[in-house]
């Protein structure tokens, strides 16, 4: 897949993870991006360390170490991008001194600077005590704050919502006490399994105890609901910055004449696994551009119907149902999704799903990785040589904190996006009314008095629907150009 992008991207949202110790194993899935958090209720395993070719020989049944492979995909990328790097290092140094110098940045690149590894004790609405184990992984402070999303293992078993909030309020104290969360320190965003819940409790945890007095406290983590200092968009950005990922590709005839595909999306099919928050926003965005959805897969049933799913009709079916099983627009789907006939396969659920078992049989001719590590060093070659496109997660997935970034930056400024500019625009009209009138009270003052210039009501509605506008989609386009 590497040539698609002129071979100079490496692929996964961190690239890559590979500190010298052992990590437990879901500290280092929590590693997989610049910063991330894991919670789960059940002891890790350690796991070791192996490079590309190691991690691409995996086991029989195709499934490596997530930290392994990620680390085995750093290692490709870096040697991919090594002699374009030393030729644009503009330095009078020996070749050899520049080469030792790109070697050295991508050695400093690669490891996960920081882990926190917490435990502690949660009573359990039944009287049962239970530890709980959570991570915090900090790949670089190069750039701070540090950014990633917040995860609950699906080990999980919480039964009640105040249990999940209990856990998420002290793991926030904990992440807090060690100095791993914070404005300008570590800034978290949701993840699997979390979402605009999880991170209220988050900043008015933080907002409430060790940052009491910090008026910024709430720009402590992202993805909050619109009444806590959160932005219009962010919900569906991780989605929408899928699309215009495909996008970018889909529009052009040279990259897709490599697959045998014609530009545009109007004659496309498309496949999504996983029916969560980038899924729906993914079908939402193709569907509406032109694109047509053929099936759609869950942990718990597929669904397929070649005359195409409305994504609408199945979002409601699901808010009512809890489930896609069922639903009438479409036929129960025997067998894997992710193998059923279509132009784009887009899995957004787990890592680790397309493999060297399964990846012959994919008809899809782009993939297009909306999960964190789906398709594993195996399954990559096998693409690689059927001529199949994978554009990668790193990439589609920058949607979400570009918009987490705004959200941040609204905190830390205190003023609402488009605040500024209506006030502007309100004062523009207002002057220009009164400019209009004024001339024409010198113009006709002796023949009437006063001449009053009343805006009309498509005006006022017009002001109106910029005001509207200006609040809820200003700088929220996830554009990942």
């Known amino acids: 897949m590497y040539r698609y992008f002129g071979e100079i991207l490496t692929r996964s949202a961190a690239g890559a993870l590979a500190s010298d110790t052992a990590l437990p194993a879901a500290a280092a899935a929590a590693a997989a991006s610049s910063s991330s958090s894991s919670l789960l209720l059940v ?17 029989k049944a195709d499934d490596p170490n997530f930290f392994r492979m990620v680390e085995g995909f750093f290692d490709r990328g870096a040697s991919i991008v090594e002699d374009k790097l030393i030729e644009d290092l503009r330095t009078r140094e020996t070749p050899e001194q520049k080469r030792n110098r790109v070697r050295g940045i991508l050695r400093i690149i690669k490891p996960c600077n920081h882990v926190l590894s917490v435990c502690f004790p949660i009573k359990r609405d039944n009287g049962e005590w ?28 919480v039964d009640e919502d105040n249990e999940l909030e209990k856990i998420t309020r002290r793991f926030t104290i904990e992440l807090a006490k060690k100095g791993f969360i914070g404005p300008g320190i570590d800034v978290p965003a949701p993840d699997m399994s979390t979402g605009e819940r999880e991170m ?20 402590c983590v992202t993805g909050k609901p619109i009444s806590q200092g959160g ?34 999306f109007q004659d496309k099919t498309f496949i999504v696994q996983g029916f969560g928050n980038v899924g729906l926003h993914s079908m939402r965005y193709l569907h509406r551009f032109g694109a047509k959805c053929v099936g759609v897969g869950e942990i718990d049933g597929s669904i397929y119907n070649a005359e195409g799913i409305d994504p609408k009709q199945l979002e409601d079916y699901k808010l009512q149902h809890g489930t896609i099983v069922g639903f009438p627009g479409a036929k129960p789907y025997e067998g894997s ?22 990846a012959p049989r994919i008809k899809a001719k782009i993939i297009a990785e909306g999960a964190n590590g789906p398709t594993t060093p195996d399954a990559d070659k096998v693409f690689l040589e059927n001529n199949v496109m994978v554009i990668p997660d790193m990439y589609l997935n920058a949607g979400g904190v570009t918009v987490s970034y705004f959200e941040w930056l609204k905190n830390l ?8 500019t209506f006030k502007y625009e309100r004062d523009s009209n207002y002057h220009l009314l009164m400019s209009v009138q004024e001339s024409l009270e010198r113009k006709f003052w002796e023949q009437g008095g006063p001449i009053p210039v009343v805006p009309t009501a498509d005006f006022q509605a017009r002001v109106a629907v910029s005001h509207a506008h200006h609040h809820t989609h200003a700088r929220t386009h996830a554009r990942t150009h």
Not at 136 to 157: E, F, L, N
Not at 202 to 215: F, K, S
Not at 233 to 259: D, K, L
């Open 200 to 219: 209220s409790w988050i900043a008015d945890t933080y907002a409430n105890t060790i940052a009491h007095t910090d008026i910024n406290a709430h720009a």
């Open 231 to 264: 932005i219009h968009g962010r919900i569906s950005a991780t989605g929408r910055g899928v699309f215009h990922g495909i996008e970018n590709f889909i529009q052009e005839a040279s990259y897709m004449s490599m697959v045998g595909l014609t530009p545009g």
């Open 337 to 358: 999704i992710l193998e059923a006939d279509c132009h784009i396969l887009i899995p957004a659920a787990g890592e680790k799903q397309l493999t060297r078992n399964n």
């Open 130 to 157: 239970e530890v709980v184990e959570g991570y915090r992984a900090q790949h670089s402070q190069h750039r701070t704050p540090c950014k990633g999303g917040i995860r609950y293992s699906p080990d999980v078993s």
């Open 43 to 59: 002891p890790p395993q350690p796991r070791g360390v192996r490079r590309y070719a190691a991690a691409a020989a995996g086991d």
């Open 413 to 420: 400024n205190h003023v609402s996006y488009g605040r500024l």
